[in-house]
């Protein structure tokens, strides 16, 4: 069975610095793409980042990255200058083949500090 | 582009009356909808698939005769609470699948928070 593992409940990181979120997932699918959610207080869940599982090249979307590590099943977040409005949940996410059904972790809160 | 609206944002009932939350895809056709649940500080729990044209599949332990779904259209799913009881109060997300799209993203509606009383 698919499973999606947020190991960090919470996390802090000071405005301006750099802050990793892990994810990390179980799937023998071998094509397959993953997102990485944001939900701030308001609670709409906005996309952050998507990767597709072939392509070797890690996505990025201005200050988010991934590190993509198929291999070891692992997509964990990298945000660069942090910024307070990046406080929020961020959920990964990975989308079950033929259900399109979300399979989701359970979140890592992010405050940033000022 | 891709924004899914719900309505309403906000609603209060008394325990045993119905209530009705409206899933609209607003500038895409969305043949796919997913209904979740969402309590404080968790994460979204899905609740059923809604395909348009057809019955909805949900999830296990999901009662289908207390949260009935119906996916009359490809821009509109609606999810109706019956016989509500304070153990029903949670925050219901809907979210779409476009149509035409591969890559498997869902576009989520604000939500609607359910009190009952």
């Known amino acids: 069975a698919q499973t999606v593992t947020q190991s960090q409940p919470e996390m802090s990181v000071q405005e301006a610095e750099t802050v990793t979120l892990s994810c990390t997932y179980d799937?023998?699918?071998?094509?397959?793409?993953l997102f990485w959610y944001k939900q701030p207080p308001s609670r709409q869940m906005i996309l952050v980042i998507r990767?597709?599982?072939?392509?070797?090249q890690n996505a990025t979307e201005n200050r988010f990255s991934v590190n993509f590590q198929k291999a070891a099943k692992s997509f964990s977040l990298k945000i660069s200058d942090s910024q307070l409005g990046d406080a929020a949940m961020y959920f990964c996410a990975y989308p079950t083949s033929g259900t399109y059904k979300y399979i989701f972790g359970t979140g890592t809160r992010l405050k940033v500090l000022a | 582009g891709a924004v899914v609206s719900q309505h309403p944002s906000w609603v209060i009932c008394k325990s045993g009356t119905s209530v009705k939350i409206e899933c609209r895809s607003l500038d895409f056709q969305a043949t796919t909808m997913f209904w979740y649940r969402q309590f404080p500080k968790q994460s979204l729990m899905l609740m059923a698939t809604?395909?348009?044209?057809?019955?909805?599949?949900?999830e296990q332990g999901v009662e289908k005769d207390k949260f009935l779904i119906n996916h009359a259209s490809l821009t509109l799913s609606t999810l109706t609470v019956t016989s509500a009881h304070p153990e029903d109060s949670s925050f219901y997300i809907c979210s779409a699948r476009r149509t035409s799209d591969i890559s498997y993203e869902q576009y989520f509606g604000p939500g609607t928070r359910l009190t009952v009383t």
């Open positions: 809604s395909n348009e044209g057809s019955k909805a599949t949900y």
């Open positions: 799937t023998s699918e071998s094509d397959y793409y």
């Open positions: 990767q597709e599982a072939y392509k070797q």
